[in-house]
């Protein structure tokens, strides 16, 4: 069975300052898809990134990077020089590949990241 | 951008009422899915729905629940004899090729039903 675990609830930072969002999975499969989706208080699910299990290069998107370590399972999402409108809870979600159709998101619990001006 | 569309943005029905959920996904998209999201918690998968038929359900998704897609764009979920705790954000998602779990699905804003 797949879980994915975000340790961290809740965030508050002030403006300007880093910040890294933690992400944990864990899967039996070999092949699977990590994503992250960013849910503002409007409340619309937006992606932001998705990555295979083999793809351990780390990402990066203007001020948004990704780290991907297979050995820890982690898949950690880092803002770099926050901004208020980056205030929102941000989920990971894995899919495991399968050979049907329609393959199915879990998702962690969000962390609320606040920002403050 | 194409965009996944759902309607209405809010429903409000009594309990033991059956009510229709309307998603129009990306219209060159083949998998279709609906997840909920209660207040304040994780969301959570419902069903995937794909070459018209469910392709796979969760727990939660019983024989209160059902899917469809009536014509070429729109897709529905149907809850029937609501209860309180069906009060959640639901989700209509779309994503496109196969295999499905190598892209992205691509969210509607939501309807958020609240049973009386």
């Known amino acids: 069975a797949q879980k994915v675990t975000q340790a961290q609830t809740e965030i508050s930072v002030v403006e300007k300052e880093d910040v890294t969002l933690d992400c944990v999975y864990e899967?039996?499969?070999?092949?699977?898809?990590l994503f992250w989706y960013k849910q503002p208080p409007s409340g619309e699910l937006v992606f932001l990134i998705r990555?295979?299990?083999?793809?351990?290069q780390n990402e990066i998107s203007g001020r948004y990077s990704w780290n991907f370590q297979k050995s820890t399972s982690s898949f950690n999402f880092t803002i770099t020089a926050s901004q208020v409108v980056d205030s929102a809870v941000y989920f990971c979600?894995?899919?495991?590949?399968?050979?049907?159709?329609?393959?199915?998101?879990?998702f962690g619990g969000g962390t609320r990241l606040m920002v403050k001006p | 951008e194409p965009e996944v569309t759902q309607t209405p943005s809010h429903q409000v029905t009594q309990m033991g009422q059956e009510v229709i959920l309307r998603c129009v996904p990306i219209?060159?998209?083949?998998?279709f899915y609906w997840y909920r999201q209660i207040l304040g918690q994780k969301v959570e998968f419902l069903v995937s729905?794909?070459?018209?038929?469910?392709?796979?359900k969760s727990e939660i998704f019983d024989d209160q629940f059902s899917v469809e897609r009536p014509d070429g764009s729109n897709f529905t979920l149907k809850i029937r004899s609501t209860k309180l705790e069906d009060s959640a954000m639901y989700f209509c998602?779309?994503?496109?090729?196969?295999?499905?779990?190598?892209?992205?699905?691509?969210f509607g804003d939501g309807t958020r039903l609240s049973i009386l």
């Open positions: 998602a779309s994503s496109w090729t196969d295999p499905p779990s190598n892209q992205p699905q691509h």
């Open positions: 899967t039996r499969d070999t092949t699977y898809y």
């Open positions: 990555r295979n299990s083999f793809d351990e």
């Open positions: 979600a894995l899919s495991e590949a399968r050979n049907n159709a329609g393959n199915m998101l879990t």
């Open positions: 219209s060159n998209h083949l998998y």
């Open positions: 729905f794909y070459n018209n038929e469910i392709s796979e």
